[in-house]
């Protein structure tokens, strides 16, 4: 892992992140490109990214006051190509994080293991798409196109490629992000 260099647009720089925890959020900064430790989330300036589980959170919205938000194209998905080349932003809305509903018929909310049901939570809703649970509940990443603006204003790539760790244990997230040219 390196230290990320904002100036150099070539490097993608590939994170695999432990949120297997069902009640710990694991913060990450993007510009820094490292797991940070953050005691109040909500009033913190030093993380972009949270992970519990399949869920993310942004440091915008209902979870902090970074303003840091995420754009979804579900009209296509990354390939390497698309990832390394692609410079442009859609201009669909950039979401920060709100509620989002429990549901145990859709599998939507967040899931407590110790009631077995989704209940509701703060996390992002564009982000929230880049995977499902079937009803075997195995998780399937959808590789939609995400587009994350940082803590400081610039936008990165995000392609989230894995919920299972080489040995099939959940909650290992891998995902690459890459910062884009403007």
């Not at 913060?27 to 972009?48: H, M, T």
């Not at 490629?161 to 099939?168: F, I, L, T």
Request: glycine share 6%.
């Amino acid at each position: 892992l390196s230290i990320i260099n904002k100036t150099d647009f070539s490097i993608i720089n590939t994170i695999d992140i432990d949120a297997s925890d069902y009640n710990s959020w694991v913060y990450f900064s993007l510009s820094d490109g490292i797991i940070v430790d953050i005691i109040e989330p909500e009033s913190s300036l030093n993380w972009d990214l949270a992970f519990k589980r399949n869920h993310i959170k942004t440091n915008g919205g209902l979870s902090g006051q970074g303003e840091v938000c995420s754009i979804l194209d579900d009209s296509q998905i990354w390939t390497i190509n698309e990832f390394e080349n692609l410079n442009s932003i859609p201009d669909n809305q950039c979401e920060e994080d709100q509620i989002i509903e429990g549901d145990i018929f859709e599998y939507e909310g967040c899931y407590n293991n110790m009631t077995h049901i989704f209940e509701s939570c703060i996390k992002n809703p564009a982000l929230d798409k880049w995977g499902y649970f079937d009803d075997s509940y195995t998780f399937n990443v959808t590789n939609y196109r995400f587009f994350v603006r940082d803590l400081d204003g610039d936008f990165v790539k995000v392609w989230i490629s894995s919920y299972y760790d080489a040995n099939g244990e959940s909650g290992k997230i891998s995902f690459s992000y890459l910062y884009i040219v403007q």
